[in-house]
């Protein structure tokens, strides 16, 4: 075998295409282009939302129209044309299914091509799935156990019409309309999502999991997810995405809440492999996401996030640690290739006593691309006792890339114990030559180096979802992840 | 009317009393343009996040000062470093005081920037040197713009030179409130030596905004040693702008000092241009009251092989807030570059605040890059090791604050200024011990 360097592993990721752009031609019923209060009405009537719910949105609209679209990140792209984008697609085939027999088996094929087939997940992981495909939900498993159980695990849209005094009392709470340009738009257009609800006292006994697509062409997605843990509960989520590959950028705005109340922990994992454009950085998906939390006293919310994928990512999981001795945590890998730009971190807004957060990024930037951290440690002047620790790595391979760390700390307390430590480096040519002279050939090598700089985020994600993320770091690493 | 648009009128008045034919002119008028454009910076800036100027701005500045003064030497030698030998250049509200000043053309030029300007022999180093690195920003156009006065240091090729050079800048308070701003060029030719030591302040509680840009240029294997005292009353607002070019193998430290004035701003930038190059910037800062220390600094590192050392600590009392702002930049080119960055901090008051932003971005591969930060408290075991050991909790909070700067001072080379630092501390910790134990 001839040597595996670290120059053709670059080779490599340079040519490596996206494995899974494929596209399902599934007849959608898509709204014309552009964005009006029209447009938000229809959205709204399409899902039989109720009035409070219409009158919401035209909120959110009326704020959009106001604002600009931010450009602080450290990101360049062109940016999108919101009144050349469809804001609405639905599968054609409406009716809700009871079993997985009943879905479109052309659907079924395309979960099977990324390998998160229903049948088996069902089978092995016990992982109950609200699957999006083009904003609306056509499948939902396990909703019977988690019944017994009274959680309620179901689409957002579902959950206007059933839950609606849950929904009206917590949706914009976390994030409101007006938090920033993409929120307000989400807020005023967002097709679908999940809504899960976790009753006192209950232990989520399986990990709830939504996959998401992009399947029509033009359109954006726009994802709102709500997650409520009631006093003293206990629920891990996980979301997923994989998109088809496509020329245009499309574009994701979703935005996530969190609310976890006293004692109640909430663990959000996320693996972001859209699609990232072609190796000129032609195409992919514009990834801007708003993802906060809020914690309530002793309660703890911990993200962990695998980004991969999209053109430009712009996300920055928070925590408002509200209560005291609540806990913020906050683990990340980001992987940009090619012309993949990402701009990335985490808010730890410290308000109670006792509060403690941990942030761990782990960036990895190859090709041409630029990975960024941007993160804020914030200890207001009430938060004694408040305690931070931020680590942010970098591993840059070769020398196209750029890695840059932008983290504001800002402390008002003198009781406030905070640590933070950065470093930028590549794979050392000692560390090669240490597994080399141990028999470890270079291609092993590297991957066991990736391997270990990730090992403290991969380990915290939950078991059914490492696999998943180990798989998508190889996709954007191949050859340098065992 | 507001400061901005007085200086831009003061622009005309300031015009009769240069010489507007020279090549120098043409630059002040780009300059003025500049700041009439930009303003001074607002919070909105990101650069400006955490400092507002505001409060600093509502005085009513005099722009150009009276001319009569009477100031003895012994009525400022404590503001020297008395007790070592050292040129000298001092000014008293802008103005060159000859009677205390000590200046020298043998061998090496240490003299005024007035001259520098107006005299033939000096044409080549300044059309080389002058203006070449402040960069066309609001606060730095708008010294350019007027600058006439303040050092000119030249050393040129193989000089060791022997004693250091003060920089003094004293202002009287014979006027209600005055704005200075002084340009110093300082250019270290090849395999020269230079150590430096600068200091703002006022004697009176009179408000002062001074408005420094120092241009220092360390060509092959130079060495410039800058130490930077700012224990100024707290009357006094001090925007400084230090500029460092560096050419291969030179080294260059600075260090600053922050212990008084109301604001203090240091906008202190590194640029390599060369191989094998070392910088480095340290810094105490200890304030209390409502003062506010921003130490914003860069590092750019544009060739292989270079190492940056970035090592500041802050002790924060009463209401008092210090930004940390050190961004370092490493281009695509500057492979096998070391840059290390660490910026820690105690608050000792529940009011003060302390804001940092450690900011890294790197586009080439084969580096090491590291920061630290820290935000924390004295070691309560170690405060109890040394309350047993019957040192009252004053003195031995001193000393473990002492302590936590020290590293700074290790690498001060001169031992006066050490000791001046040490004293100053122990006098801002309101202590009476040398830290000798």
Partial sequence: MSKYTEDDLREELKTKEYEYGFYTD?????????????????????????????????????VWKEMTEPDWANVQYQKPDFQAISYYSAPNSKPKYDSIDEVDPELLATFEKLGISLDEQKKLAGVAMDVVVDSVSVATTFKKTLAEKGIIFMSISEAIKEHP????????????????????????????????????GVRCPMELSTYFRI??????QFER?????????????????????????????????????????????????????????????????????????????????????????????????????SVGEFYSIAVTNNYQQADTGTKMVHLGKNTKSTIISKGISAGKSQNSYRGLVQINSRAENARNFSQCDSLLMGNECGAHTFPYIEAKNKTAQIEHEATTSKIGEDQIFYCNQRGIDTEKAIALIVNGFSKDVLNKLPMEFAVEAQKLLEISLEGSVG | ???????????????????????????????????????????????WKYTSLNAVLKHDYSVFPKLDNDIEFKDVKKYFIHDIDAYKIIFIDGKYASHLSQTTHDGIDVCLMSSALAKPKYRLIIENYFNKIAPNESL??????????????????????????????????????????????????????????????????????????????????????????????????????????????????????SFGGKLIRNNLNFYQNGERIDSTMK??????????????????????????????????????????????????????????????????????????????????DDVKCSHGCTIGQLDESAMFYLRSRGIPEKEARALLMFAFSNNVLDSVKIPEIKNRITKIIANKLGVNIGFEL
């Fill in chain 2, 140 to 257: 730095s156009a708008l010294n350019t713009a007027f600058s006439a006065e303040g050092a000119y240091i030249h050393i040129p090729k193989n000089k060791l030179v022997e004693k250091p050079i003060q920089i003094i800048h004293f202002s009287t308070g014979n006027e209600a409130a005055l704005m200075l701003q002084p340009r110093n060029l300082v250019v270290v030719d090849e395999n020269s030596h230079v150590q430096i030591i600068e200091r703002h302040q006022s004697l009176t509680d009179n408000p002062v905004l001074t408005n420094s840009v120092t241009e220092i240029f360390a060509n092959k294997r130079a060495i410039v040693d800058y130490y930077k005292i700012q224990n100024d009353r707290q009357s006094a607002t001090l925007i400084d702008n230090t500029y460092v070019n560096q050419k291969q193998e030179s080294l260059a430290k600075v260090h600053t000092f």
């Fill in chain 1, 26 to 62: 599934i007849e959608s019923e898509t709204f014309p282009v552009g964005l009006n209060e029209d447009i938000v009405k229809a959205i709204s009537k399409k899902k039989e939302e109720p009035d409070w719910m219409t009158e919401w949105r035209l909120e959110a609209f009326k």
């Fill in chain 1, 225 to 325: 997810t709500l997650v409520i843990a009631d006093e003293g509960s206990y629920v891990s989520y996980l979301e997923g995405c994989t998109a088809p590959s496509r020329d245009e950028n499309q574009l994701h705005a979703a935005v996530v809440e969190l609310i976890a109340l006293e004692d109640a922990e909430i663990k959000y994992s996320t693996v972001q492999n859209w699609y990232p454009g072609n190796a000129e950085g032609k195409g992919g998906v514009f990834n801007f996401v708003t993802k906060r939390g809020i914690c309530e006293k002793n309660a703890k919310i911990s993200w962990t996030q695998v980004e991969t994928g999209s053109a430009v990512t712009w996300k920055y999981p928070s925590c408002i640690l509200k209560g005291d001795n």
């Fill in chain 2, 283 to 364: 810094g105490i800062t200890i304030i209390g009251d409502k003062q506010h220390v921003d130490h914003n600094t860069l590092v750019h590192h544009i060739e292989p092989n270079c190492e940056s050392h970035q090592d500041y600590k802050g002790i924060f009392g009463d209401r008092a807030t210090g930004v940390f702002n050190g961004k370092v930049v490493v281009e695509k080119e500057a492979q096998k570059t070391n840059a290390f960055q660490a910026n820690n901090n105690i608050l000792v008051s529940d009011k003060a605040s302390i804001n940092t932003k450690p900011q890294l971005e790197i586009f080439a």
């Fill in chain 2, 1 to 47: 009317m507001d400061l901005k648009e007085k200086l831009v009128s003061s622009f005309m008045a300031f015009e009769d009393t240069v010489d507007v034919h020279s090549p120098i002119h043409d630059i002040r008028t780009e300059a003025i343009k500049t700041f009439e454009t930009q303003g001074f910076p607002t919070k909105k800036q990101e650069a």
């Fill in chain 1, 165 to 200: 005094e849950l929904v009206k009392k917590y949706i914009g709470t976390v994030v409101p309309q007006k938090d920033n340009f993409y929120a307000a738009l989400n807020s005023a257009v967002f097709s679908d999502g999940s809504f899960c609800y976790i009753p006192k």
């Fill in chain 1, 215 to 220: 399947n029509q062409a033009g359109t954006g």
